[in-house]
C-alpha cells in the first residue's frame, strides 16, 4: 500500500502499520499484549465496515425498545427495511465524527450512547403515552419535574435517574482518561472535509431523495404512526430540525393581499349589541372519550348521563384532534388560535417554541376588539405547558390557575385536583365583569391519566366488562368512574349557568383519547384522532350537528351567534368549502407567527395582553403572636396552598391553616418588618401578590 493512497482514501482512515511502525492505540506500547494488538489494528484497518455494523445493530435494539417487542423490531427491519437502512444511515453519518479525534473509541462510545439513551426515552415514554419523544419534549422537563410524586413520575424514580446517570458520566470519566488512543496520522484537512461532505452534503441528499421515493415522510400526519413507519432515529432527528413552519411556496404580499380579499368579500359583520352578546364558555374535558365510542367496552350502567343528555338536546359532533394519548396543549392551540398544528414541525408544541416570544392572534384577542373579557380558569399548574406565558401572547386578561384556588379535593390515585372547583371559580369571571360579556376557557384534570393498574377505588359505583386483561380492566374502571365526575361537573355547571339572567353559549371538547393503546379499529368512528364535542345554551340556538377539525371549533361557534371577528375565525367562516382552504390558511398562519404580517398591514394588531393571575384578591388584614409565642398568625383572604409569606422581600417557610389563616415562625420575623404573602408557581413564579402589611410585633 502507498503512501499516496493511504493519504486519499478516506475509508482507509484507519490503517494498518507496519511492524515497525510505532502508531498504537495507547501511548503505552509496552502495556498492549499481542492479542489486543491485533484486535485493535483489525478494527482500525475495517473501522468504517465496523461502524456499519453497528449503526444496523444500534437501530435494531432502539426499535426493539421503542416497539417493546422483538418482533414488532423485526416487523419493521421486514416490512420498512429501506426505511430501516435509512435510520441506519443516519447513525453511521454521526459516527463519522470520531475521525476528527484521537480518542476514537471515547467519541464512538459517547455517539452510540447518545442513540441509546434516546431509544431508551422514547420507549419510556410510550409505556406512557401514546405520543413518541420527540425534540420539543426536552422542552417540557420543567413541566415533567412539576410532575413528582405522579403516577407518572415519582421522586425515587427520579433519584434512580440521576444515580443511573452519574455512573455512567463516571464511567465516562475514567473511560476517557483509561481508555485507547488513536496514535496514527490524522489528515486534518482530509478527514473533516469528509466527514462535513457526509453530514452536510451526503444526509441532506439521501434525505430528500428517500422522501421523493417515499421511503420515509416529510410530514407525520399521525405522529405515532410516522415513528412506527419510518422509524425512531430519523423521526426524531426529524423533530430536531423541522420546527416552526415552513415558508409556503407562493407566501408573499400579493397571495396574502389575495386571501384578505376573498374573506373580505364574504364576511358578515358583527351586528350585536353590547347586551345582546353572550357568554361564551369554551371547556377542555380532559381525555375525555364517551365510553360507548369504544367497541369492546361495556359499563354495568351510563357514567355520563349529563354529556349524552346535551348531546341529543345541543349541537354536536366530532372533533378531529391533532394528538391522541397526550399533547393536551396542542388541541388546546388549535381550538384557540383557530391554526392547524399540520403546517409545524415534528411533534412541536408552538406554546413551547413561537409563542414563546411572539404574539399570537386567538379567540380571546378577537373577543377583546368587541368587548369581551376574556378569562382562563385550569384546577392544575399556571405553568405548566408554558399557559401563563401563551395565555398572555394569546391576549386573554386573566387566568386562574390551581395556585390562586383553594383546592381541598383530589382524584382516587392523589395526583390531580378533581373539577368540582372549577364550577365557582368559572361563574367567579362572568361575576368580576358585571358589565361586559364574557369569554371563559376552562381546563379539566380530572379525567387525566396516568390510569392505575391495580384497583384504587373501593366499591367503584361504575364496572366495565368486556376487557380481559386484569390490569387493563382496573385502569378502565378508574377511567369511567373519573369520567362520571367530569360528568357532574357538566351538571353542575350548565345548573349554575341556567340560573343566571345572562344569554351563555358553553362549548365542551375532549382534547384526546386517554392513553390506553386504543387502535382505530377499537373505535366507532374509525380514528383515534377523533373525540367529540357538545353544546349548551339558555337562549334557544338552533341544533345543527357538524364534524369539524379543532381548529375550526370556535369559528363554527361564534359564527353562529352572528360574531363575525378576526383573521383566521373569519377565514374559516368564509373559505371552509372553498378550493384552495388548505394553502390559504397555511399562508395565513404563516403571515402571522413567522412572516412579514401584510394581513396586519405590518401593524401589530393583536399585542400581548397584561394578564392578571386570578379573580380575587390576596389580602393580608393582621398579624399577630401564637399564644405559646412560637409562631405569627397571619390573617387575610384569598389565600391557598402556594400562599407563601415573604419578609422585607425574603420567603419563609409557610404553614397554611385555611383560606383566612396562615403561620409563620416568630424566629423569621420581628417588629417593623413588612409583610407580603405571594402566590407562588413553578420555579417560584410570583402569579400575585397581596397587599403589603406592617408588623409590629404586638
Same mark, same amino acid.
Given at each position: 500500500?502507498?503512501?499516496?493512497?493511504?493519504?486519499?482514501?478516506?475509508?482507509?482512515?484507519?490503517?494498518?502499520?507496519?511492524?515497525?511502525?510505532?502508531?498504537?492505540?495507547?501511548?503505552? *506500547?509496552?502495556?498492549?499484549?499481542?492479542?489486543?494488538?491485533?484486535?485493535?489494528?483489525?478494527?482500525?484497518?475495517?473501522?468504517?465496515?465496523?461502524? *456499519?455494523?453497528?449503526?444496523?445493530?444500534?437501530?435494531?435494539?432502539?426499535?426493539?425498545?421503542?416497539?417493546?417487542?422483538?418482533?414488532?423490531?423485526?416487523?419493521?427491519?421486514?416490512?420498512?427495511?429501506?426505511?430501516?437502512?435509512?435510520?441506519?444511515?443516519?447513525?453511521?453519518?454521526?459516527? %463519522?465524527?470520531?475521525?476528527?479525534?484521537?480518542?476514537?473509541?471515547?467519541?464512538?462510545?459517547?455517539?452510540?450512547?447518545?442513540?441509546?439513551?434516546?431509544?431508551?426515552?422514547?420507549?419510556?415514554?410510550?409505556?406512557?403515552?401514546?405520543?413518541?419523544?420527540?425534540?420539543?419534549?426536552? !422542552?417540557?422537563?420543567?413541566?415533567?419535574?412539576?410532575?413528582?410524586?405522579?403516577?407518572?413520575?415519582?421522586?425515587?424514580?427520579?433519584?434512580?435517574?440521576?444515580?443511573?446517570?452519574?455512573?455512567?458520566?463516571?464511567? #465516562?470519566?475514567?473511560?476517557?482518561?483509561?481508555?485507547?488512543?488513536?496514535?496514527?496520522?490524522?489528515?486534518?484537512?482530509?478527514?473533516?472535509?469528509?466527514?462535513?461532505?457526509?453530514?452536510?452534503?451526503?444526509?441532506?441528499?439521501?434525505?430528500?431523495?428517500?422522501? !421523493?421515493?417515499?421511503?420515509?415522510?416529510?410530514?407525520?400526519?399521525?405522529?405515532?404512526?410516522?415513528?412506527?413507519?419510518?422509524?425512531?432515529?430519523?423521526?426524531?432527528?426529524?423533530?430536531?430540525?423541522?420546527?416552526?413552519?415552513?415558508?409556503?411556496?407562493?407566501?408573499?404580499?400579493?397571495?396574502?393581499?389575495?386571501?384578505?380579499?376573498? +374573506?373580505?368579500?364574504? !364576511?358578515?359583520?358583527?351586528? #350585536?349589541? @353590547?347586551?345582546?352578546?353572550?357568554?361564551?364558555?369554551?371547556?377542555?374535558?380532559?381525555?375525555?372519550?364517551?365510553?360507548?365510542?369504544?367497541?369492546?367496552?361495556?359499563?354495568?350502567? @351510563?357514567?355520563?348521563?349529563?354529556?349524552?343528555?346535551?348531546?341529543?338536546?345541543?349541537?354536536?359532533?366530532?372533533?378531529? &384532534?391533532?394528538?391522541?394519548?397526550?399533547?393536551?396543549?396542542?388541541?388546546?392551540?388549535? *381550538?384557540?388560535?383557530?391554526? /392547524?398544528?399540520?403546517?409545524?414541525?415534528?411533534?412541536?408544541?408552538?406554546?413551547?417554541?413561537?409563542?414563546?416570544?411572539?404574539?399570537?392572534?386567538?379567540?380571546?384577542?378577537? #373577543?377583546?376588539?368587541?368587548?369581551?373579557?376574556?378569562?382562563?380558569?385550569?384546577?392544575?399548574?399556571?405553568?405548566?405547558?408554558?399557559?401563563?406565558?401563551?395565555?398572555?401572547?394569546?391576549?386573554?386578561?386573566?387566568? %386562574? /390557575?390551581?395556585?390562586?384556588?383553594?383546592?381541598?379535593?383530589?382524584?382516587?390515585?392523589? /395526583?390531580?385536583?378533581?373539577?368540582?372547583?372549577?364550577?365557582?371559580?368559572?361563574?367567579?369571571?362572568?361575576?368580576? %365583569?358585571?358589565?361586559?360579556?364574557?369569554?371563559?376557557?376552562?381546563?379539566?384534570?380530572?379525567?387525566?391519566?396516568?390510569?392505575?393498574?391495580?384497583?384504587?377505588?373501593?366499591?367503584?359505583?361504575?364496572? &366495565?366488562?368486556?376487557?380481559?386483561?386484569?390490569?387493563?380492566?382496573?385502569?378502565?374502571?378508574?377511567? *369511567?368512574?373519573?369520567?362520571?365526575?367530569?360528568?357532574?361537573?357538566?351538571? @353542575?355547571?350548565?345548573?349554575?349557568?341556567?340560573?343566571?339572567?345572562?344569554?351563555?353559549? +358553553?362549548?365542551?371538547?375532549?382534547?384526546?383519547?386517554?392513553?390506553?393503546?386504543?387502535?382505530?379499529?377499537?373505535?366507532? /368512528?374509525?380514528?383515534?384522532?377523533?373525540?367529540?364535542?357538545?353544546?349548551?345554551?339558555?337562549?334557544?340556538?338552533?341544533?345543527?350537528?357538524?364534524?369539524?377539525?379543532?381548529? $375550526?371549533?370556535?369559528?363554527?361557534?361564534?359564527?353562529?351567534?352572528?360574531?363575525?371577528?378576526?383573521?383566521? #375565525?373569519?377565514?374559516?367562516?368564509?373559505?371552509?368549502?372553498?378550493?384552495?382552504?388548505?394553502?390559504?390558511?397555511?399562508?395565513? $398562519?404563516?403571515?402571522?407567527?413567522?412572516?412579514?404580517?401584510?394581513?396586519?398591514?405590518?401593524?401589530?394588531?393583536?399585542?400581548?395582553?397584561?394578564?392578571?393571575?386570578?379573580?380575587?384578591? &390576596?389580602?393580608?388584614?393582621?398579624?399577630? $403572636?401564637?399564644?405559646? =409565642?412560637?409562631?405569627?398568625?397571619?390573617?387575610?383572604?384569598?389565600?391557598?396552598?402556594?400562599?407563601?409569606?415573604?419578609?422585607? =422581600?425574603?420567603?419563609?417557610?409557610?404553614?397554611?391553616?385555611?383560606?383566612?389563616?396562615?403561620?409563620?415562625?416568630?424566629?423569621?420575623?420581628?417588629?417593623?418588618?413588612?409583610?407580603? &404573602?405571594?402566590?407562588?408557581?413553578?420555579?417560584?413564579?410570583?402569579?400575585?401578590?397581596?397587599?403589603?402589611?406592617?408588623?409590629?410585633?404586638?
Amino acid at each position: 500500500m502507498s503512501i499516496k493512497f493511504r493519504k486519499f482514501n478516506f475509508p482507509k482512515l484507519n490503517f494498518p502499520r507496519k511492524k515497525d511502525d510505532a502508531h498504537t492505540e495507547n501511548s503505552n *506500547v509496552k502495556t498492549i499484549s499481542p492479542e489486543r494488538q491485533k484486535r485493535i489494528d483489525f478494527l482500525n484497518k475495517y473501522s468504517l465496515l465496523f461502524h *456499519v455494523l453497528l449503526s444496523c445493530g444500534l437501530v435494531f435494539v432502539i426499535e426493539w425498545i421503542s416497539r417493546r417487542s422483538l418482533i414488532s423490531a423485526c416487523g419493521f427491519v421486514g416490512g420498512h427495511t429501506l426505511a430501516y437502512f435509512y435510520n441506519a444511515f443516519l447513525v453511521f453519518a454521526s459516527l %463519522t465524527l470520531v475521525y476528527l479525534f484521537r480518542r476514537r473509541a471515547f467519541f464512538r462510545l459517547i455517539i452510540s450512547s447518545v442513540w441509546f439513551l434516546l431509544g431508551v426515552t422514547n420507549g419510556v415514554i410510550l409505556s406512557n403515552r401514546v405520543t413518541p419523544f420527540a425534540f420539543t419534549d426536552f !422542552k417540557m422537563v420543567s413541566d415533567l419535574l412539576a410532575m413528582t410524586n405522579t403516577h407518572y413520575f415519582t421522586i425515587t424514580q427520579a433519584i434512580l435517574v440521576v444515580i443511573g446517570l452519574g455512573l455512567f458520566i463516571l464511567f #465516562l470519566a475514567l473511560f476517557f482518561i483509561m481508555g485507547p488512543k488513536y496514535q496514527g496520522k490524522i489528515h486534518y484537512i482530509i478527514a473533516p472535509i469528509c466527514v462535513l461532505l457526509i453530514l452536510f452534503a451526503g444526509v441532506p441528499t439521501i434525505t430528500t431523495a428517500a422522501q !421523493k421515493s417515499h421511503v420515509v415522510a416529510s410530514y407525520f400526519a399521525n405522529i405515532a404512526q410516522g415513528y412506527e413507519n419510518y422509524g425512531f432515529v430519523y423521526s426524531f432527528s426529524s423533530s430536531v430540525i423541522d420546527r416552526g413552519m415552513k415558508k409556503p411556496h407562493n407566501y408573499n404580499q400579493e397571495t396574502i393581499d389575495s386571501i384578505e380579499a376573498k +374573506v373580505n368579500s364574504q !364576511k358578515q359583520t358583527t351586528t #350585536l349589541a @353590547d347586551n345582546e352578546k353572550p357568554n361564551v364558555i369554551c371547556i377542555l374535558l380532559e381525555s375525555f372519550c364517551d365510553p360507548e365510542e369504544i367497541k369492546f367496552l361495556h359499563t354495568n350502567k @351510563d357514567p355520563i348521563p349529563t354529556f349524552h343528555k346535551l348531546e341529543k338536546e345541543y349541537t354536536t359532533g366530532y372533533l378531529t &384532534v391533532p394528538v391522541v394519548g397526550a399533547g393536551t396543549a396542542n388541541t388546546e392551540f388549535e *381550538v384557540l388560535s383557530g391554526m /392547524s398544528l399540520k403546517y409545524f414541525g415534528t411533534g412541536e408544541y408552538p406554546y413551547k417554541t413561537i409563542l414563546k416570544d411572539t404574539d399570537c392572534e386567538s379567540v380571546a384577542s378577537d #373577543l377583546t376588539k368587541i368587548g369581551y373579557s376574556t378569562h382562563a380558569v385550569h384546577n392544575n399548574g399556571g405553568n405548566f405547558y408554558s399557559r401563563v406565558n401563551a395565555f398572555t401572547q394569546m391576549g386573554f386578561n386573566s387566568f %386562574t /390557575s390551581k395556585e390562586l384556588m383553594n383546592i381541598q379535593s383530589y382524584t382516587p390515585n392523589g /395526583s390531580w385536583a378533581t373539577d368540582d372547583i372549577l364550577v365557582n371559580e368559572t361563574i367567579k369571571t362572568l361575576d368580576s %365583569t358585571p358589565n361586559q360579556p364574557d369569554f371563559t376557557y376552562t381546563i379539566t384534570v380530572s379525567s387525566h391519566g396516568d390510569y392505575p393498574r391495580e384497583p384504587v377505588i373501593a366499591n367503584p359505583e361504575f364496572k &366495565v366488562s368486556g376487557v380481559s386483561d386484569e390490569a387493563k380492566a382496573n385502569q378502565y374502571t378508574y377511567y *369511567v368512574n373519573q369520567l362520571h365526575q367530569v360528568d357532574n361537573f357538566i351538571a @353542575d355547571l350548565t345548573s349554575a349557568l341556567s340560573k343566571r339572567n345572562e344569554k351563555t353559549i +358553553v362549548v365542551m371538547f375532549g382534547d384526546h383519547l386517554p392513553t390506553m393503546g386504543l387502535q382505530n379499529s377499537d373505535m366507532k /368512528s374509525g380514528d383515534i384522532y377523533k373525540t367529540k364535542y357538545i353544546t349548551w345554551n339558555n337562549f334557544g340556538l338552533t341544533k345543527q350537528d357538524a364534524d369539524l377539525k379543532a381548529y $375550526q371549533l370556535l369559528s363554527d361557534t361564534t359564527n353562529k351567534l352572528g360574531i363575525h371577528e378576526g383573521t383566521i #375565525l373569519n377565514y374559516h367562516q368564509t373559505q371552509m368549502n372553498s378550493d384552495n382552504y388548505e394553502n390559504g390558511l397555511e399562508n395565513l $398562519q404563516y403571515d402571522l407567527l413567522y412572516g412579514k404580517r401584510f394581513s396586519y398591514k405590518g401593524k401589530d394588531l393583536y399585542p400581548a395582553a397584561n394578564l392578571v393571575m386570578g379573580i380575587d384578591d &390576596v389580602t393580608v388584614k393582621n398579624a399577630k $403572636q401564637s399564644i405559646d =409565642g412560637s409562631q405569627i398568625i397571619i390573617e387575610g383572604s384569598n389565600f391557598t396552598k402556594w400562599s407563601r409569606v415573604y419578609v422585607n =422581600g425574603s420567603k419563609v417557610d409557610t404553614d397554611f391553616s385555611s383560606d383566612k389563616l396562615l403561620t409563620i415562625s416568630s424566629k423569621d420575623i420581628k417588629p417593623g418588618d413588612k409583610i407580603v &404573602v405571594n402566590q407562588l408557581g413553578s420555579s417560584n413564579t410570583i402569579f400575585r401578590s397581596s397587599n403589603e402589611y406592617k408588623y409590629s410585633g404586638k
